[in-house]
């Protein structure tokens, strides 16, 4: 079956920088584009960036713009995402997910059909 597994996340000071990678399996990686979401306790579930199948589009929530890059390796079946110049603000439970669609308007978790258990950032001030 389809499984996601994040890693890389853990506790960084603001302005530090940390890089998520999530590898999947059970699926031909390649066909799906992906994305990265985060949960922080008593919030929504947010989305933070997305990525085409072949790599060459990408968009992201303004909050994260200019700050974290999404990129991903078919060869490996993974996707990262590096981030930078994290601020508290950015403290959450990060999660990779698989979807068909790809878009600007794609951005809203109903859109992705598989899940990670999710990593946890907390960015300390």
């Known amino acids: 079956q389809v499984q996601l597994v994040e890693s890389g996340g853990g506790l960084v000071q603001a302005g530090g920088s940390l890089r998520l990678s999530c590898t999947a399996s059970?699926?031909?990686?390649?066909?799906?584009?992906m994305g990265w979401f985060r949960q922080d306790v008593g919030r929504e579930r947010e989305f933070v960036a997305s990525?085409?199948?072949?790599?060459?589009?990408?968009y992201y929530a303004t909050s994260v713009k200019d700050r974290f890059t999404i990129s991903r390796d078919n060869a490996k079946s993974t996707v990262y995402l590096q981030m930078n110049s994290l601020k508290p603000e950015d403290t959450a439970v990060y999660y990779c997910?698989?979807?068909?669609?790809?878009?600007?308007?794609?951005?809203?978790?109903?859109?992705?059909?598989?899940w990670g258990q999710g990593t946890q950032v907390t960015v300390s001030s």
């Open positions: 059970g699926h031909t990686f390649g066909n799906y584009a």
């Open positions: 990525i085409s199948k072949s790599g060459g589009s990408t």
């Open positions: 997910a698989r979807t068909r669609f790809f878009g600007g308007t794609i951005t809203r978790k109903e859109h992705f059909d598989y």
